[in-house]
């Protein structure tokens, strides 16, 4: 007998499947965003498959990891000096408020 309910691991690769297509109806120079947004979908859901049970979970879990390490980026390579680069991340309240 077959599966009776969706794995975490198809449900995320059925949604960025749909995020990609979707992102094909998008304006032109917008259609880039939407395939990062597919492709981010997919890069750490496989190391959250354990810890979500449900697929959308696991997709926005890896889309905002990959969102606070291009924060990350953004501040640590704006023009600060050496000394006062985030050490603790930007997620840090020194560096929100």
């Known amino acids: 007998m077959g599966r009776s309910f969706e ?3 198809l449900g995320v690769n059925r949604i960025a499947y749909r ?4 992102s094909r109806a998008l304006k032109e120079g917008d259609q880039k965003y939407g395939e990062k947004l597919a492709k981010f979908a997919k890069i750490y859901s496989s190391g959250s498959f354990f810890g ?3 697929p959308r979970e696991a997709v926005l879990f890896s889309v ?3 969102m606070i390490k291009h924060q990350e980026n ?3 390579s ?6 006062e680069h985030p050490k603790e991340g930007v997620l840090s309240l020194k560096y929100w408020t």
């Not at 995020?19 to 979707?22: D, I, N, P, Q, V």
Request: proline share 5%.
């Open 19 to 22: 995020w990609a297509r979707s």
């Open 52 to 54: 979500c049970e449900d």
């Open 78 to 83: 704006s023009e600060l000096p050496d000394n």
């Open 74 to 76: 953004q501040v640590c």
């Open 64 to 66: 905002f990891i990959e």
């Open 7 to 9: 794995s975490v691991r």
